[in-house]
Antibody, heavy 116, light 113 residues
C-alpha cells in the first residue's frame, strides 16, 4: 500500500524560502511520477510540477517557473519541493501525489503560512 | 492549458436522493494510447487530502461505494451519487490528466438539505 508522509507545518516571512519533504513507501519509488499540488485556504487545487525519480526529469507549471524546484533523494525514497521568494498568497497546503495516470495516492499535506 | 469547468458550484440534496455534478473540458481528453478519457473525479472531505473516486471517466477506484458513478465522453462528463449519505458531504473535483499542466475544476460542494 503506497504511503506518502510529508514534513510538518511551516511559518515563513515574505521573501523567505520553504522546502517540503515527501517520504514515500510501499511502492517502487523510481517507477512513478511524483507531483506537487497546492491548495490555498478555501480554494481549489493547483498543479505545481512533477519529478520522475527514475531519471530526475522535472516539469514545472508556468506560474511557478523560476521559484520552484523539485528534487529527490532515491536512497531514502523522498522527494522535495522548494519554493522561494515567498509571498502572502503562497499560504496554502502543499500536497505530494503519486501519479498512476490519475492522482492515485496523496500525502497528508503540509501547511505553509507566509506572514510578516 | 485545458480549462475544466464544473457545475453547479454547490448542491444541497436530501438524504437518499441523487446528486449529479457536471464537468466540461475545453478540449477533448480522450487519449488514444489508453483508449480512455483521461478524466478523474476526486472527493475532498474537510481537513483531508482529496481521494480518487473515478478515473478513466467511468472506472470506480477500488473500495469506492457503487453509489458513485461517472459517465460522459469527449468534453462533457458527470459524476452521479445515488442514495446520498451523510458521509458524502464533501467538495468534489474533476481533473484532466490528458496533458500538462494537470488542471482541475473549481470544485462542487455537496451538502445535505
Amino acid at each position: 500500500q503506497p504511503q506518502l508522509e510529508q514534513s510538518g507545518a511551516e511559518m515563513k516571512k515574505p521573501g523567505a524560502s520553504v522546502k517540503v519533504s515527501c517520504k514515500t513507501s510501499g511502492y517502487t519509488f523510481s517507477d512513478y511520477y511524483l507531483h506537487w499540488v497546492r491548495q490555498a485556504p478555501g480554494q481549489g487545487l493547483e498543479y505545481m510540477g512533477w519529478i520522475f525519480p527514475k531519471d530526475g526529469g522535472t516539469h514545472y507549471a508556468q506560474k511557478f517557473r523560476g521559484r520552484v524546484t523539485i528534487t529527490k533523494d532515491a536512497s531514502i525514497t523522498t522527494a522535495y519541493m522548494e519554493l522561494t521568494s515567498l509571498r502572502s498568497d503562497d499560504t496554502a497546503v502543499y500536497y505530494c501525489v503519486r501519479e498512476n495516470y490519475y492522482y492515485a495516492d496523496w500525502g497528508q499535506g503540509a501547511l505553509v503560512t507566509v506572514s510578516s | 492549458d485545458i480549462v475544466m469547468t464544473q457545475s453547479p458550484d454547490s448542491l444541497a440534496v436530501s438524504l437518499g436522493a441523487r446528486a449529479t455534478i457536471h464537468c466540461k473540458s475545453s478540449q477533448n481528453v480522450f487519449h488514444s494510447s489508453t483508449s480512455t478519457h483521461h478524466l478523474a473525479w476526486y472527493q475532498q472531505k474537510a481537513g483531508q487530502p482529496p481521494k480518487v473516486l473515478i478515473y478513466g471517466a467511468s472506472t470506480r477506484e477500488s473500495g469506492v461505494p457503487d453509489r458513485f458513478s461517472g459517465s460522459g465522453s469527449g468534453t462533457d462528463f458527470s459524476l452521479t451519487i445515488t442514495n446520498v449519505q451523510a458521509e458524502d458531504v464533501s467538495v468534489y473535483y474533476c481533473q484532466q490528466y490528458y496533458s500538462l499542466p494537470r488542471t482541475f475544476g473549481q470544485g462542487t460542494k455537496v451538502e445535505i438539505k
